[in-house]
């Protein structure tokens, strides 16, 4: 007797959502379509037993919609596990709109998304990401309230990239402190890859501390602003994956740890703001670890963000939000004594601890 393995490609075809290698359990997939506006877009929630599903959305020129839908689950799995080993009590959702958020994107459509959000009863709750704006957040807050972020104009707490950034500092110098005995950055070669708003306050924290910052972006002339503000260099290598620095720092897209660049990384320590920088985490976490390469789970480091925007819903200070921030420095030293306690990759010891969270809760909701 014989037995067919059924390729991926076979079973997008069979069975396209479910089939879909990042679908993990996900609670539901709302796929938005609205011909006047032109929106094209997919929200994707992945858990919500710790609460209401919170996470961006993204606007990006996807190649086509099976990399959109791919995005928008891993993106939502993701956040499921940063709102649960930050300690906030919120699921995993995120959504993505599909064009170019320069050319394509216009008031009428970011309306009508948010009406969709609205039509969702607040099982997910929206915020800034990649390609909206906080005037775009202002802009869905007139017709839902399930939105955060929002200006502080208008009663939110702003613009979240700011806390995001000094979440990925803090997660940075643990990571240092882990891997290098100290966690001062001042003389450190720190390459960050990717100059937006993230990038660039990280930068600006990196740079007062006396690192010396190289920096590689697909715009030019974000890189010479950082050069003209900053004093960071350009990278100009053949290779940035094979840069001769201590700390690698992605903060464009994610899956930049992959197959193809795992081997040439010199880096001593990854830490940066981009969601899903393993392109397969059980295998890539395992080699960076063999490689004995600190890996700074991005899940955690990057939840500054989330952090910022949940004060809108708890109704904490920007001070109690910068504390909390603040305190990813103390979770990344856990997760690293975590690991080797349990020789296992700080991915896994994140997602561990992450998931016993969220186990306890579910027990808890059973027993109500």
């Not at 990042?22 to 938005?32: A, R, Y």
């Not at 037993?49 to 791919?70: D, F, H, I, Q, S």
Request: charged letters at 20%; glycine letters at 10%.
């Amino acid at each position: 007797m014989t037995s067919e393995i059924t390729t991926p490609a076979e079973l997008q075809k069979m069975d396209p959502v479910f089939g879909q290698l990042s679908f993990d359990n996900h609670e539901q997939i709302v796929f938005c379509n609205d011909k006047d506006t032109g929106l094209k877009a997919i929200i994707g929630i992945h858990n919500t037993v710790m609460g209401p599903a919170l996470g961006g959305t993204r606007m990006w020129k996807y190649n086509n919609e099976w990399e959109a839908l791919n995005d928008v689950l891993r993106l939502s799995r993701g956040m499921t596990y940063k709102s649960a080993i930050t300690g906030l009590n919120l699921g995993g959702g995120k959504a993505v709109i599909i064009g170019d958020a320069k050319a394509d994107k216009t008031p009428e459509m970011i309306t009508r998304f948010g009406q969709f959000v609205d039509s969702l009863s607040g099982k997910y709750i929206t915020a800034e990401d990649v390609g909206t704006t906080t005037e775009d957040m202002d802009r869905i807050h007139e017709v839902t309230n399930y939105v955060t972020g929002i200006s502080e104009a208008k009663g939110g707490s702003g613009n979240p990239s700011p806390v995001t950034a000094y979440g990925v500092y803090m997660g940075m110098k643990a990571a240092a402190k882990y891997q290098f005995g100290s966690d001062s950055l001042g003389g450190k070669k720190i390459l960050v890859q990717g100059t937006g708003h993230v990038g660039e306050t990280l930068i600006s924290h990196l740079t007062k501390e006396g690192a010396e910052v190289f920096v590689s972006d697909i715009h030019q002339d974000k890189m010479e602003s950082m050069v003209a503000k900053y004093g960071a260099k350009i990278f100009t290598g053949a290779d940035l994956y094979a840069a001769d620095v201590d700390i690698y720092s992605p903060c464009a897209l994610g899956a930049t740890i992959n197959d193809e660049t795992i081997y040439k990384i010199k880096a001593k320590v990854i830490a940066g703001a981009a969601n899903n920088q393993l392109a397969v985490e059980s295998v890539h976490g395992q080699i960076l670890r063999e490689r004995g390469i600190a890996y700074a789970p991005d899940f955690l480091i990057n939840a500054g963000g989330i952090i910022n925007v949940y004060a809108e819903i708890v109704k904490y200070s920007k001070e109690e939000a910068i504390r909390r921030t603040e305190n990813i420095y103390n979770t990344t030293l856990e997760i690293f004594n975590f690991a080797d306690t349990n020789n296992i990759t700080t991915q896994q010891a994140a997602m561990q601890i992450a998931q016993n969270r969220i186990d306890e809760r579910k027990k808890e909701n059973a027993n109500k």
